[in-house]
């Protein structure tokens, strides 16, 4: 009985020992990250923002001395990633660092500004029609929204108006609430997955995090990559879902205010780039006529925009 409490005694003199020159064992490290993961938790701050924290810490740690902040500034500086990722994990490291009461002179990284590539909608129609129902819904209401990832996995039943089809999102990265509509399409969708899973009213409608709903979609895009030997298609991006609405959402009312609101950004110059993007677009359309209000309703609602009246017919367009 004497035994235990001299071996534990020697392996937290080990412990010390081995903390007092930097060489942190795979256990202290993993508490540091705990650490820090559950210091922003108790701040408030976002599942999402948590996630790439620990991640990015997991990352540092794996690759060099994680206590030493020279250590820390020269693996990052040697990692063959875009600068926009290197300046997140210096950003990721701060948090360990702040916690520890620790200063390092941090490398100046900057992301360089590139345009998202906006897919045609009738490729990210395919990858909904493609798509095992649970994430063809996650899918059609990304593209109906252009609600984060994050944001959509968190919605509830009662964020949504089943009835009209409004959606409430509760918006992320500080931005104004917002009101956003999915087409009768999608609703429907949705009624079947909350009924076929009685879900509750306050229960979240998926029970998927945001990583995991990205790990479906490039398990989806891989798939369908290879069916087509079409290398193009793994270059679309979850995200491409709410460039997409945001580029339509702008072509279709130029109202660069009300897209910013929808979309929940906090800076106009967040928004304006999606200017850029209409006007690179294709000026192709697809055209419909609709003869009765069902046919017109319908039409709207999956994104065709009214141009003129044609005898007793409504004339309509979507940008293909």
């Known amino acids: 009985m004497e035994a235990q409490p001299s071996v534990l005694t020697h392996l937290c003199s080990r412990a010390r020992a081995r903390a007092a020159h930097h060489l942190p064992t795979l256990h202290t490290v993993k508490d540091e990250v705990f650490n820090v993961i559950w210091h922003l938790k108790k701040q408030g701050y976002s599942e999402h923002t948590i996630n790439f924290v620990r991640k990015a810490l997991n990352r540092i740690q794996s690759g060099c001395d994680f206590s030493n902040p020279d250590a820390v500034k020269g693996f990052i500086a040697r990692l063959d990633v875009a600068?926009?990722?290197?300046?997140?994990?210096c950003y990721a490291?701060?948090?360990?660092?702040?916690?520890n009461g620790l200063?390092?002179?941090k490398t100046k990284y900057y992301a360089r500004d590139r345009l998202p590539k906006i897919p045609e909608e009738r490729t990210l129609d395919m990858l909904i029609a493609s798509a095992y129902p649970r994430l063809a819904l996650k899918l059609s209401i990304s593209k109906d929204t252009g609600l984060r990832p994050f944001e959509l996995v968190a919605l509830r039943v009662k964020d949504v108006d089943l009835e009209k089809g409004i959606v409430y999102p509760a918006t992320a990265k500080h931005g104004s609430a917002r009101v956003l509509k999915i087409t009768r399409k999608t609703l429907e969708m949705l009624k079947v997955h909350i009924h076929e899973n009685n879900i509750n009213v306050n229960t979240k409608i998926f029970k998927q995090t945001s990583p995991q709903y990205s790990t479906s979609f490039r398990n989806l895009r891989k798939a369908i990559s290879e069916k087509l030997k079409d290398p193009s298609m793994r270059t679309i991006r979850l995200y491409d879902f709410r460039h997409f609405f945001a580029t339509k959402l702008y072509h279709q009312t130029k109202d660069i205010l009300f897209v910013k609101a929808?979309?929940?950004h906090r800076k106009i110059s967040t928004t304006l780039r999606y200017t850029q993007l209409v006007e690179m677009g294709d000026d192709s359309f697809t055209?419909?006529?609709?003869?009765?209000?069902?046919?017109?309703s319908a039409l709207l609602e999956s994104g065709f925009e009214f141009v003129s009246d044609?005898?007793?017919?409504?004339v309509l367009r979507k940008r293909k």
């Open 83 to 89: 600068e926009s990722y290197k300046r997140n994990l």
């Open 93 to 99: 490291y701060e948090h360990y660092l702040k916690l």
């Open 103 to 105: 200063i390092w002179e």
């Open 262 to 264: 929808q979309m929940g």
């Open 287 to 296: 055209v419909k006529i609709a003869s009765t209000i069902e046919e017109f």
């Open 310 to 314: 044609y005898g007793d017919n409504k």
